[in-house]
């Protein structure tokens, strides 16, 4: 996944400090954080092979322990982002009431587009589909390479990809942009637990934790986001310019873009950023454009709505298993990373959602953020990975072949089997190497916020260090052990932070409640047979003490009746 970078808000009280004053690092925070990624970096580049396998040992344990939260938790904010946009909080404003929206709906939905257009699905959009009709899902019971394995490739897809994604992404947006927005505090994760810990505890170390967590799952949350990019690059480089792929390449591609971030963060090319960001979603477009036209186009037309139909038909029934009654590797390998990969995105992704929504209502955000995206990620995977997946039934390419080769392949074995394949593959490496860019400048402005007590511009030196931690771990796990080493990282990371998720929501679900904008609770039927019943035994009480039948009995009785019928009524 990749964002363009955050754009500074408008002036609020208190004032922000100008751009050419950023602020400084919070420094027990910046030096703990980065020295524990160096540790890591360290542990990876002189014990290669202890890291691989203390991390495969440490991630079997998680696994088996801890899969089951990993799948609850994901599910919780899937209900949640539902539940609290169809109820009375859906009214409040992600600012003061009656602030207007910022950003033009055209403007927000083009914004929403560029966060969910990245590495990852220009990576998995061929990949995922073409595994896993090659080799299907256990759970499914669908045999490799037919019409019941191309249906399973296609469900399973959206469930990573759609609702579940967008709601973590979502349900921490919403805590970032309430706190910061509604109530004035500041930019991070801590500043939404202030209802929960105080105000003075979430300034302090307890806080500064919770930023840390928040530091390192965004910091192998993107590490694998780059390293993925840097093996599909140096496959595509093989496929198209013949250099043969390897460690060393993918090695030299990290260090050539990660040199190219470190220039542009360097020089202030905020804006040149804002544009590459831009043109990365224009070329996109026009790739899986060229795609619908040249390849299958009535197939993909006729893809959306069956699996669509099929993904909605058996959501509840992936979005519930766990390792109890299928293949729990299998489970860690696909669901249960994605799910720790998207939740240590959350921090990044949620912080850009945050700020091109102010002013929105809650209904409008959520709503948004949940079915705009996924519709994008729908076209884009029956589109690329519906065409590889029909291109190997009609025999017109052998794409099972290259899904074997690995999913960073996939992409360019079905541009190859399409007209002026060359041309679309150089234009895939070149997006890929910019959202390589964007992806590293954006994260590491998020990461420079959060060790900044969430200032909006950090010092430019503090993002640019954390870039190149990020590069650097990137690096050392494509050495220790690949994309299997990305992954593992990945989850493990993770697991810490699900739980600072929990946490969060149960923080903005108790400030949603105590907001005076959101209107008086509805008056439920059981509500008012429960006052109504009180009512009665007050009665009874009363008569029993010798209460008669006064006026204190026919208050209570008006009361009662009224309760029943739904009303408040006095007197």
Same mark, same amino acid.
């Given at each position: 996944m990749s964002t363009v970078e955050t754009a500074a808000p408008p002036t609020e009280e208190p004032p922000e400090p100008p751009r050419s004053q950023p602020q400084p690092p919070d420094w027990p925070v910046f030096v703990i954080g980065a020295l524990v990624v160096l540790a890591v970096v360290a542990w990876g580049a002189f014990g290669k092979d202890s890291l691989d396998s203390s991390s495969s040992t440490a991630l079997a344990w998680v696994l088996k322990n801890f899969g089951w939260l990993f799948v609850v938790a994901a599910d919780l904010f899937l209900v949640l982002c539902v539940v609290i946009a169809l109820s009375r909080y859906g009214r409040l404003r992600l600012g003061k009431d009656g602030e207007e929206p910022e950003f033009n709906n055209l403007a927000w939905i083009a914004m929403m587009f560029s966060a969910g257009m990245g590495i990852g699905l220009m990576f998995f959009g061929v990949g995922e589909p073409l595994q896993h009709y090659v080799d299907p899902p256990p759970s499914s019971g669908a045999q490799p390479q037919t019409d019941a394995a191309a249906r399973a490739a296609m469900e399973y897809s959206f469930f990573h990809w759609t609702l579940h994604p967008w709601a973590i992404y979502g349900i921490t947006a919403l805590a970032l942009a309430y706190a910061a927005y509604r109530k004035g505090r500041g930019n991070r994760i801590s500043a939404v637990l202030v209802p929960l810990i105080g105000e003075r505890r979430a300034d302090g170390w307890p806080g500064r934790c919770v930023d840390l967590l928040a530091v390192f799952a965004t910091v192998f949350g993107t590490a694998t986001s780059l390293g993925l990019g840097a093996l599909q690059i140096a496959e595509g480089l093989n496929l198209t310019a013949g250099v043969k792929a390897s460690t060393a390449l993918s090695l030299i591609i990290i260090a050539s873009l990660s040199a190219a971030f470190v220039v542009s963060a360097m020089s202030g090319l905020n804006k040149g950023v804002k544009w590459l960001s831009t043109i990365n979603i224009a070329l996109a477009a026009l790739l899986m454009a060229f795609v619908f036209i040249f390849g299958p186009t009535v197939y993909i037309l006729d893809s959306i709505p069956a699996s669509v139909g099929s993904y909605m038909d058996h959501l509840l029934q992936m979005s519930t298993r766990t390792g109890a009654f299928t293949d729990a590797s299998w489970l860690g390998t696909w669901t249960i990373f994605y799910w720790a990969w998207w939740l240590s995105w959350a921090p990044f992704v949620g912080t850009f959602?945050?700020? +091109?929504?102010?002013?929105?209502? +809650?209904?409008?955000?959520?709503?948004g953020v949940l079915l705009v995206p996924s519709s994008a990620t729908i076209v884009w995977f029956c589109t690329m990975g519906g065409s590889a997946i029909r291109l190997d039934q009609k025999g017109t390419a052998d794409m099972a072949t290259a899904a074997k080769d690995g999913a960073e392949a996939s992409l360019f074995a079905l541009l190859k089997a399409l007209p002026l394949g060359v041309v679309t593959s150089w234009i895939a490496i070149v997006l890929v190497m910019t959202y390589f860019v964007t992806s590293a400048d954006s994260a590491s402005l998020v990461m420079g916020s959060l060790t900044s007590r969430g200032a909006l511009h950090p010092q430019t030196w503090v993002s640019v260090a954390w870039g190149v931690l990020m590069a650097a771990v990137a690096a050392v796990l494509l050495v220790a052990g690949g994309l299997n080493s990305l992954q593992t990282a990945t989850i493990l990371v993770a697991?810490?932070? &699900? &739980? #600072?998720?929990? #946490? &969060?929501?149960?923080?903005?679900?108790k400030e949603l409640r105590d907001d005076p904008g959101a209107g008086p609770p509805r008056h439920h039927a059981m509500h008012g047979l429960k006052d109504a019943v009180r009512a009665m035994v007050g009665e009874a009480i009363d008569e029993q003490q010798g209460g008669g039948r006064g006026p204190q009995r026919h208050y209570r009785l008006r009361r009662a009746a009224a309760a029943i019928r739904g009303r408040d009524e006095e007197g």
């Open positions: 959602l945050a700020r +091109i929504s102010r002013g929105r209502t +809650i209904r409008e955000f959520l709503l697991l810490p932070f &699900v &739980v #600072v998720m929990l #946490v &969060v929501v149960w923080a903005l679900l």
